[in-house]
């Protein structure tokens, strides 16, 4: 990666959306126009929206390096259909795009609004500290955020989001789902690679060595109560999520990122989560950081050609999760 890259996120994510804007009935999602002139997609809130929508949103949010497809899987024979996703620019499209590390909050009395922002618009921003670490720039004129809601943010928010993208507000697209639709847990559930990459960040594992990657993830199913299906989106990775990367670097460090990855390695492991986050009640940092994982996780050492595992699937907290 350099300072000038030859790939803008922001730019192959504007292609992506206009074919989601052109197929809007097909997808069940509404398309319309802010207050100031942004382009609004609903994919789950008054619009129906659908799994289909869902995983063109996670494309969209990997900053269009990334290939997201639903296929059926034997590991979770009660959970057949597995969100695979693959990335050859995995630092990229999962920590400078994909991941959810932008806090958007208006605490207007009357109207308070809190969300946590994704997709490639961070790459304009780089707003969070997490950029401190990525070299990764992006310039476009146009830039798309996809947000966990259930309702459009205010035209604060949105003004402030163009502001920090240096881009005007009609040259912004914001697509927002709520969890609990089928868009919204079929691209939460798309992030199983990142959630890997964002782990072996946070051990000191550096991104730019993880040149390769791929993921998979049984998709859950919806649930009407947030809590609940916040909890079965992120069990669907937790308890059988399954991530292989491709590193480079000594063996011994890829040995160390293999054991220490897996969801199995936090404190907090055992339970479902949506049981875990009402003890706590509702408070996140109260939860071990550690344990937003895949499962299982294989590492190669592309100088040794050694692979190492660690992990496994646990069937019986996956189906307590999702029943």
């Given at each position: 990666m350099?300072?000038?890259?030859a790939?803008?996120?922001n730019?192959?994510?504007a292609t992506?959306?206009?074919?989601?804007v052109?197929?809007?009935q097909?997808l069940?999602?509404?398309?319309?126009r802010?207050?100031?002139g942004?382009?609004?997609?609903?994919?789950g809130?008054?619009n129906?929206?659908?799994?289909?929508?869902?995983?063109?949103?996670a494309?969209?949010?990997?900053?269009g390096?990334?290939?997201v497809?639903?296929?059926?899987?034997?590991?979770?024979?009660?959970?057949?259909?597995s969100v695979?996703v693959r990335?050859?620019?995995p630092?990229i499209?999962c920590?400078?795009s994909?991941y959810?590390?932008w806090?958007l909050?208006?605490?207007?009395?009357?109207?308070?609004f809190?969300a946590l922002g994704s997709?490639p618009?961070?790459a304009l921003a780089?707003?969070?500290?997490?950029?401190e670490d990525?070299r990764?720039?992006?310039?476009?004129?146009?830039g798309t955020?996809?947000?966990e809601?259930?309702l459009?943010?205010?035209?604060?928010i949105?003004?402030?989001v163009a502001?920090?993208?240096r881009i005007?507000p009609e040259?912004?697209?914001?697509?927002f789902?709520?969890t609990?639709?089928l868009?919204g847990?079929?691209?939460?559930?798309?992030r199983v690679l990142?959630?890997?990459?964002h782990?072996a960040?946070e051990?000191?594992?550096?991104?730019?060595?993880i040149?390769d990657?791929?993921?998979a993830?049984?998709?859950c199913p919806?649930?009407?109560?947030?809590?609940?299906?916040?909890g079965?989106?992120?069990?669907?990775?937790?308890?059988?999520?399954q991530?292989?990367?491709?590193v480079?670097g000594?063996?011994?460090e890829?040995?160390?990122?293999a054991e220490?990855l897996p969801?199995k390695a936090s404190?907090?492991?055992?339970?479902?989560f949506?049981?875990m986050?009402?003890q706590?009640?509702g408070?996140?940092?109260?939860?071990?950081?550690?344990l937003f994982s895949p499962?299982?996780?294989t590492v190669?050492?592309l100088?040794?050609?050694?692979?190492f595992?660690?992990?496994?699937?646990?069937?019986e907290l996956?189906?307590a999760?999702?029943?």
């Open positions: 350099t300072t000038v890259p790939l803008s996120v730019e192959r994510s992506l959306v206009a074919r989601m052109g197929n809007a097909e069940r999602i509404g398309v319309s802010g207050e100031l942004e382009t609004l997609i609903d994919a809130s008054k129906p929206g659908s799994i289909a929508a869902g995983i063109r949103i494309e969209i949010c990997m900053g390096l990334g290939q497809e639903l296929l059926p899987s034997l590991a979770t024979p009660r959970w057949p259909w695979i990335s050859s620019n630092a499209a920590l400078a994909q959810a590390g806090r909050a208006d605490e207007t009395p009357e109207k308070s809190f997709g618009a961070r780089r707003r969070e500290p997490l950029f990525l990764y720039i992006d310039k476009a004129a146009c955020l996809v947000i809601s259930g459009p943010p205010p035209t604060k949105v003004a402030t502001q920090h993208c005007k040259n912004l697209t914001i697509i789902a709520p609990q639709s868009a847990c079929t691209q939460i559930v798309a990142e959630v890997a990459l782990k960040h051990l000191g594992f550096s991104p730019e060595r040149i990657g791929m993921g993830a049984p998709l919806p649930h009407p109560d947030f809590i609940t299906a916040m079965r989106t992120n069990d669907a990775i937790i308890f059988a999520g991530v292989q990367l491709y480079t000594p063996a011994n890829a040995r160390v990122l220490k969801s404190r907090d492991y055992g339970r479902p949506s049981e986050f009402r706590v009640k408070d996140f940092y109260a939860i071990d950081p550690m499962a299982k996780i190669i050492a100088e040794t050609g050694e692979t595992q660690s992990g496994e699937i646990d069937l996956l189906n999760s999702f029943t």
